[in-house]
């Protein structure tokens, strides 16, 4: 039900079907000119025009309105706590949902968007991948097939990593993941300069913390952002998407001897299909359902998206 009689009363969320969403892109005059769409579109291979326009571009809208009213917030505190004004934090955007939604290209396109505002905000965007503990360690803690998984990150680091940004600091390094070689790149770092936004992307950033061993709760990276976006599908479509993602690598990325798949490049298609399939269903499958699904209703807005990748909803959190 979008929007409408007791279901939304008892509800803690606002659900927008797509027209009423789209809709609310025409009431601004900020949108994007036709070549600015193109080079959004551009960045994914496969992302439809109206979908920039229609779903993006309110996003956006949305994301000014949150930026704009953390800022105020920001000047109205310094004031309460008798503070000469420090610089606000970038203001942090957690982007969750399975391997294969679409995070990569959501945040793209959003990191892409937010810097076109008329003030051209420094947009960073982060993924956790680079948090993912090196092969060698993961198979020391027979963690190989369970890559993706929350036991599979550094996550004490992730964490320090997203307090440093929280806390202010000039600089933030963050390590990075190369999917060719399928392993961590220990001496390639993403230096994070004080920007005004940073969007951190990945599977799992909206896990809650950990209990730990002394049964107390921790922090968890979540309790850093002031803004989050769940990706959403259903499951046999982002299985799919999976597997004809991984067919069209067999035919590109795979083919250079440095891949960590390069074996997959002689398989038939059949072949290569029931293994994307094999991986499916033995890690991130269960992945998404054990862990990532769990963690869609923290988020501040979902996109729920159609088996041809269009947003169908989009269910955001009542003020
Ligand atoms: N909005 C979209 N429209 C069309 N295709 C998309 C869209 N978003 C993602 N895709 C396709 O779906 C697949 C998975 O997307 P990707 O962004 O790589 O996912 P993730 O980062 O979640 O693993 C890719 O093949 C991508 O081209
Ligand atoms: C690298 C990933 C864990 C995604 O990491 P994220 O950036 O979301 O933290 C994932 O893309 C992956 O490689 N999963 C392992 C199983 C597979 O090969 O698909």
Redesign the pocket.
């Given at each position: 039900m979008a929007n409408g009689g007791h279901a939304a009363e008892s509800s803690p969320y606002v659900e927008l079907e797509r027209a009423a969403w789209a809709r609310l892109a025409s009431s601004g005059d900020d949108a994007l000119d036709a070549v600015e769409i193109e080079r959004v579109r551009g960045l994914?291979?496969?992302?439809?025009l109206d979908?920039v326009e229609q779903v993006y571009l309110p996003l956006s809208r949305l994301l000014s309105l949150y930026v704009g009213a953390a800022g105020a917030l920001h000047r109205r505190q310094e004031e309460f706590l008798h503070r000469t004004q420090p610089p606000r934090t970038p203001f942090v955007i957690g982007l969750a949902?399975?391997?294969?939604?679409?995070?990569?290209?959501?945040?793209?396109?959003l990191q892409h968007m937010l810097a076109h505002w008329p003030e051209h905000p420094q947009v960073a965007l982060v993924?956790t991948d680079g948090f993912l503990l090196p092969n060698a360690e993961l198979e020391r803690r027979g963690l190989l097939q369970r890559k993706g998984f929350p036991e599979s990150y550094d996550r004490k680091a992730l964490l320090r990593f997203v307090v440093d940004i929280k806390s202010g600091r000039e600089e933030v390094d963050a390590p990075t993941y190369d999917h060719l070689t399928y392993d961590v790149v220990p001496d390639r770092k993403v230096a994070v300069r004080r920007p005004d936004i940073v969007i951190v992307?990945g599977?799992n950033v909206l896990q809650p913390a950990a209990v730990r061993s002394d049964g107390r709760t921790g922090l968890a990276v979540s309790d850093f952002f002031d803004f989050s976006v769940f990706?959403d599908a259903a499951t046999s479509d982002i299985r799919r998407?999976?597997v004809?993602?991984f067919l069209?690598l067999r035919e590109t990325a795979f083919r250079d001897p440095a891949s960590y798949f390069a074996k997959y490049a002689a398989l038939s298609e059949a072949e290569a299909r029931a293994e994307a399939e094999r991986i499916w269903d033995a890690i991130n499958g269960p992945n998404l359902r054990e862990n990532v699904l769990p963690t869609r209703s923290r988020a501040t807005l979902v996109l729920r998206?159609d088996a041809?990748?269009?947003?169908r909803y989009v269910r955001l959190r009542k003020l």
């Open positions: 994914g291979d496969q992302l439809d979908e949902g399975s391997v294969a939604v679409g995070k990569s290209t959501t945040a793209r396109v993924t992307e599977l990706v998407w999976y004809e993602r069209r998206k041809d990748h269009s947003v």
